[in-house]
C-alpha cells in the first residue's frame, strides 16, 4: 500500500459553550499534568508554569484594558514557551525543548486564560484549532503558531480569518509529501476532555507516519474513549484498511483489528446510551 503522509491537527475549554474559570479556582496544574507523559517533565513543568502565571498576575487588573492584557498572555506565552514550530511535538517536547505546534500552543494559552477567568472557546477545523476569547473590550482570536499576526482584535479580520479556516485547506509543510483530505467538514468547540483526546489523535497520527501501526493503534484508542469524531472514525477506517494490507504477523493484526472494532462499538453503545 502506497502510503502518504496523513495530516493531524497540527499546526489544536468547556463545559459548555465556553470555557470560564471560577474564582480562580480551575485547576490549571492537574490539567497541565494531564497533557504531559513524563513524571520528571510533569513536575519541571508545572512550576515552571506557575512561576510563569504569578508574573503575570501582577500585571492583572480586570478593571483596565483586557484586550490589552490578552496580548501580553499571548506574546509572553510565545516568548517562555513558544520557540519553533514542530508539527508532531508534544507538550513535553514544548516545555523542554520549545518545539511546538497549534495544538500544545493552544492547550498553555487556554490554561493561561483559565486562570484568568477570560471567557473563551477552543475551536477546531479539520486541520486547525485556535481560541476565541470574550473580554470586556470585545472578541478576539488567538492562533498559537502565528506569534506576529496570531492576535487578532478588529473583528472584520477575526471574521476574514474564520472563513479562512472554514475553507478546511491542507497547509503542506513538504511539498515532496502527499497528504490525505478528510472527507468532512469540521468546526466544532472542543471541550477539556476532546482535547486530550486530540493529543492522543495527533500521536496516533506520527506514529502511522513512522510505520508503527500498533503504536497508531493504542494512541487512537485512548483518543476515541475521549473524543469520538468524525475525525476518529475517518482514521480507524484507514487503519484497518492499512493493517489488513501490512506486513505484521497474522495475531498482531487481529488484535489491533480487534481493538479498533472494539473502542468504536463502545462508543457508539455510549452515544446511544446518551441519547
Same mark, same amino acid.
Given at each position: 500500500?502506497?502510503?502518504?503522509?496523513?495530516?493531524?491537527?497540527?499546526?489544536?475549554?468547556?463545559?459548555?459553550?465556553?470555557?470560564?474559570?471560577?474564582?480562580?479556582?480551575?485547576?490549571?496544574?492537574?490539567?497541565?499534568?494531564?497533557?504531559?507523559?513524563?513524571?520528571?517533565? &510533569?513536575?519541571?513543568?508545572?512550576?515552571?508554569?506557575?512561576?510563569?502565571?504569578?508574573?503575570?498576575?501582577?500585571?492583572?487588573?480586570? !478593571?483596565?484594558?483586557?484586550? @490589552?492584557?490578552?496580548?501580553?498572555?499571548?506574546?509572553?506565552?510565545?516568548?517562555?514557551?513558544?520557540?519553533?514550530?514542530?508539527?508532531?511535538?508534544?507538550?513535553?517536547?514544548?516545555?523542554?525543548? =520549545?518545539?511546538?505546534?497549534?495544538?500544545?500552543?493552544?492547550?498553555?494559552?487556554?490554561?493561561?486564560?483559565?486562570?484568568?477567568?477570560?471567557?473563551?472557546? %477552543?475551536?477546531?477545523?479539520?486541520?486547525?484549532?485556535?481560541?476565541?476569547?470574550?473580554? &470586556?473590550? =470585545?472578541?478576539?482570536?488567538?492562533?498559537?503558531?502565528?506569534?506576529?499576526?496570531?492576535?487578532?482584535?478588529?473583528?472584520?479580520?477575526?471574521?476574514?480569518?474564520?472563513?479562512?479556516?472554514?475553507?478546511?485547506?491542507?497547509?503542506?509543510?513538504?511539498?515532496?509529501?502527499?497528504?490525505?483530505?478528510?472527507?468532512?467538514?469540521?468546526?466544532?468547540?472542543?471541550?477539556?476532555?476532546?482535547?486530550? =483526546?486530540?493529543?492522543?489523535?495527533?500521536? !496516533?497520527?506520527?506514529?502511522?507516519?513512522?510505520?508503527?501501526?500498533? %503504536?497508531?493503534?493504542?494512541?487512537? %484508542?485512548?483518543?476515541?474513549?475521549?473524543?469520538?469524531?468524525?475525525?476518529?472514525?475517518?482514521?480507524?477506517?484507514?487503519?484497518?484498511?492499512?493493517?489488513?494490507?501490512?506486513?505484521?504477523?497474522?495475531?498482531?493484526?487481529?488484535?489491533?483489528?480487534?481493538?479498533?472494532?472494539?473502542?468504536?462499538?463502545?462508543?457508539? !453503545? @455510549?452515544?446511544?446510551?446518551?441519547?
Amino acid at each position: 500500500m502506497k502510503r502518504g503522509g496523513f495530516i493531524g491537527i497540527i499546526l489544536l475549554l468547556t463545559d459548555a459553550a465556553f470555557a470560564s474559570g471560577a474564582d480562580n479556582g480551575f485547576p490549571v496544574d492537574t490539567y497541565l499534568k494531564s497533557f504531559l507523559t513524563s513524571n520528571d517533565c &510533569k513536575s519541571k513543568s508545572v512550576s515552571a508554569f506557575d512561576a510563569f502565571l504569578t508574573k503575570l498576575d501582577k500585571k492583572y487588573n480586570p !478593571a483596565k484594558n483586557e484586550t @490589552a492584557f490578552v496580548r501580553s498572555v499571548f506574546n509572553k506565552t510565545h516568548q517562555k514557551f513558544l520557540k519553533r514550530f514542530a508539527a508532531y511535538a508534544t507538550l513535553d517536547e514544548t516545555f523542554e525543548t =520549545g518545539s511546538y505546534n497549534c495544538l500544545t500552543g493552544t492547550i498553555l494559552l487556554s490554561l493561561s486564560l483559565h486562570h484568568f477567568n477570560i471567557r473563551h472557546q %477552543v475551536i477546531e477545523t479539520n486541520y486547525h484549532i485556535f481560541i476565541l476569547a470574550e473580554t &470586556k473590550d =470585545g472578541q478576539i482570536l488567538l492562533e498559537a503558531t502565528d506569534p506576529l499576526n496570531g492576535f487578532v482584535s478588529d473583528q472584520h479580520d477575526i471574521e476574514a480569518r474564520i472563513t479562512t479556516y472554514k475553507q478546511n485547506q491542507i497547509q503542506a509543510q513538504n511539498a515532496n509529501k502527499s497528504y490525505y483530505r478528510f472527507s468532512f467538514e469540521l468546526y466544532n468547540t472542543v471541550s477539556i476532555d476532546e482535547l486530550r =483526546g486530540l493529543v492522543f489523535y495527533n500521536k !496516533a497520527v506520527d506514529s502511522f507516519n513512522h510505520g508503527q501501526l500498533h %503504536v497508531a493503534v493504542d494512541n487512537l %484508542v485512548k483518543a476515541n474513549a475521549l473524543y469520538s469524531s468524525f475525525r476518529t472514525e475517518e482514521f480507524s477506517q484507514i487503519l484497518l484498511l492499512s493493517l489488513q494490507q501490512s506486513e505484521l504477523d497474522t495475531k498482531t493484526k487481529e488484535n489491533c483489528m480487534h481493538a479498533i472494532l472494539s473502542s468504536k462499538q463502545k462508543t457508539l !453503545a @455510549a452515544f446511544v446510551a446518551a441519547n
